[in-house]
C-alpha cells in the first residue's frame, strides 16, 4: 500500500487555536488517506515529502465554477451582468467547438490543482452538442481533479442546433448519466445545472430537476440575480426545494428565501467578486450565517477575475467584517470585536465546499482518517515572514504562488512547485490558440443569437420590476 510522509509542516485546519509560535508535525498518509498527524512520525518504506516550513492545509474546495471559460480569460473585466449575458452567453459561448471545451476544462482544473484547490464543482452550460459534452468531462478527468461535474441545461443559441428542443436535452443528459462512471474519472461525480428559473416554465424546471432525482445528483442553480430574482421562493412555492440543491449567488433574495434554504438542507455558494462587481448585491454571507447556514465559496468566472480562491475567500471574509461593521457604525457606536474568524474563512472554503456538493465529512478535512487532498504553502518568501500562526498567515498573507506541492487522494498532482504529468507550455499555446479561434467567430455568431439577446433583456427588464416592487 502507497505510503507518504510529510515531514515538518505547520497545519493549519478551522479547529486549531491561535498559536503565534507554532509547532510542525508530520502527516502519514496510507492509501491515499491521512493515517497520523503527529509531532514526529518513523515508518519503514514511505515516501518523504519535505515540509519543512510550508504551512499544510485541506485541499480548497471551489463550490461554482464555470470552468470552460478559461479559454476566454479576462474578456469580462469592465463588465455588467447584463454584458455578460449578452457577450458571453449569447455571444462567446456559440463560438466554442469541442476542442475549445476539453482545452478549457483541461487548463482550468490544472489551474485550480496549481492554486491548491483539489475540488471543483464545475456548472457546465456549454452542453451545445454530445461531443461538447463528452469534451468537457475528458477535460476534467485528465487534470486529475475531484470534483462534481453538472450538466447544465441552458440552450446556448448555436447556428447548427445538436437539441431542437428541450425533450432531446433531457434524453442526452439521461444518457450522460446513464455512461457517467465508464467514461468519466474516479474522483468525478455527476450533477445537475439548471436553467434559471424564469427563463423557463416551472413545468420545464421540474423536469430538469426530475431527471437529476432520478439519479440522485446534485443539483446547482442560479438563484437571486436579475434573471430569477426570487428563485427560491418560486422552487418553493412549486414543492421542488430539496436537501440536494446547491444553490448560487441568492443576493436578491429575501430573507424567509435564505431560512428556506437552510431548513430545506440545501447548500448556497457565493462568489463575491462577481457579485459585486455585476450588480448582484452584497454577498449573502452574513445573512446565510445569522440564518443558521454554512457559506461555501466559488470562483465563477475566470472570464472575470483570477481562479485564485485564497482572493474569492478574503473578499468574502472582509466584506462580511465590514457589513457587520457598519450595522456598529450605524448606531453611533465603534465594533469593538471582529465578527468573522480567518478560522471561519478557512472552514467556508474547506469543510463547508464538502458539504454543500454532498462528498461527506472525509473531505475538505486535514485529520485522521480523511482523504488526503492536501496543499502545502512554501513561507520562505517575505510576505511569509516571520512565519506567525498558520491559519491566519495562510488566509491573509499567502499568494497562490506559494503553493509548492497538492496531493489528491494522496497522489502528487504538484513538486516543488510545478504541476506533474503536464506540458504546460504546450498547453498554453493551444490555449491561446483557442481563444483566437473563438474570438474571430464571436461577431457572426452575436448576429444569430440577437433574437435570444433580446428575450434575455425582456426577463432582465421584468425582474428588475419585481424587485422594485417588493423592496
Known amino acids: 500500500m502507497d505510503k507518504l510522509l510529510i515531514k515538518s ?3 493549519a485546519t478551522p479547529d486549531a487555536a491561535p498559536n503565534l509560535r507554532p509547532t510542525t508535525s508530520d502527516i502519514l498518509i496510507v ?5 497520523a498527524i503527529e509531532p514526529e512520525i518513523a515508518v519503514a518504506g514511505a515516501r518523504v515529502i519535505d515540509g519543512k516550513g510550508a504551512i499544510a492545509t485541506a485541499g480548497m474546495i471551489d463550490t461554482h465554477r464555470h470552468v470552460w471559460q478559461t479559454a476566454i480569460r479576462g474578456v469580462a473585466a469592465d463588465w455588467s ?6 457577450e458571453i452567453r449569447v455571444g462567446y459561448a456559440t463560438a466554442y467547438t469541442p476542442d475549445h471545451v476539453y482545452l478549457a ?22 452542453m451545445n452538442s454530445p ?39 433531457l434524453a442526452h443528459a439521461e444518457e450522460v448519466v446513464r455512461r457517467f462512471d465508464a467514461v468519466a474519472g474516479p474522483r468525478l461525480t455527476f450533477g445537475l445545472a439548471l436553467t434559471e428559473f424564469g427563463l423557463v416554465e416551472p413545468d420545464q424546471t421540474a423536469s430538469e430537476i426530475k431527471v437529476a432525482r432520478k439519479h440522485d445528483a446534485l443539483i446547482t442553480l442560479h438563484v437571486g440575480t436579475f434573471g430569477s430574482p426570487h428563485g427560491i421562493a418560486d ?14 449567488h441568492a443576493n436578491m433574495c429575501d430573507e424567509r428565501e435564505i431560512a428556506r434554504v437552510v431548513e430545506s438542507g440545501g447548500g448556497l455558494s457565493i462568489t463575491p467578486e462577481t457579485e459585486m462587481q455585476m450588480g448582484m448585491g452584497f454577498p449573502v454571507t452574513n445573512r446565510l450565517l445569522k440564518a443558521g447556514g454554512a457559506p461555501s465559496i466559488g470562483v465563477d468566472i475566470v472570464s472575470q477575475n483570477s481562479g485564485d480562491m485564497l482572493t474569492q475567500l478574503r473578499i468574502a471574509l472582509q466584506t462580511a467584517r465590514a457589513i457587520d461593521n457598519q450595522e456598529v457604525l450605524d448606531r453611533g457606536s465603534v465594533p469593538d470585536e471582529v465578527s468573522l474568524s480567518v478560522r471561519d474563512a478557512l472552514r467556508f472554503g474547506t469543510e463547508f465546499g464538502a458539504d454543500a456538493l454532498k462528498l461527506g465529512c472525509d473531505v475538505g478535512r486535514l485529520s485522521v482518517g480523511a482523504i488526503a487532498d492536501i496543499a502545502l504553502f512554501d513561507t520562505r518568501g517575505t510576505n511569509m515572514t516571520p ?27 504538484k513538486e516543488n512547485g510545478r504541476l506533474v504529468h503536464a506540458d504546460l507550455d504546450a498547453l498554453k499555446e493551444r490555449l491561446n490558440d483557442s481563444f483566437g479561434e473563438i474570438a474571430a467567430d464571436v ?13 434575455y433583456a425582456n426577463v432582465v427588464s421584468s425582474a428588475v420590476k419585481q424587485v422594485g416592487q417588493r423592496t
Open 81 to 86: 451582468l447584463t454584458d455578460y449575458v449578452r
Open 443 to 455: 461577431e457572426q455568431a452575436r448576429d444569430v443569437a440577437a433574437k435570444t439577446a433580446a428575450a
Open 387 to 413: 512565519m506567525t500562526d498558520p491559519v491566519s498567515m495562510l488566509m491573509l498573507q499567502s499568494r497562490p504562488g506559494d503553493v509548492s506541492t497538492v496531493l489528491v487522494e494522496g497522489k502528487i498532482v
Open 9 to 11: 509542516a505547520y497545519v
Open 105 to 126: 476544462n483541461l487548463v482550468g482544473a490544472l489551474e485550480a490543482l496549481d492554486t491548491g484547490v483539489t475540488t471543483v464543482c464545475d456548472y457546465s452550460h456549454i
Open 131 to 169: 461531443e461538447h459534452t463528452e469534451a468537457a468531462i475528458q477535460g476534467l478527468t485528465d487534470a486529475g481533479i475531484r470534483g462534481v461535474f453538472c450538466y447544465g441545461f441552458y440552450d446556448v443559441p448555436t447556428r447548427a442546433r445538436a437539441f431542437t428542443d428541450h425533450a432531446g436535452r
Open 235 to 248: 422552487l418553493d412555492r412549486h414543492g421542488l426545494l430539496g436537501p440536494d440543491m446547491l444553490h448560487v
Open 31 to 35: 492509501g491515499g488517506r491521512i493515517a
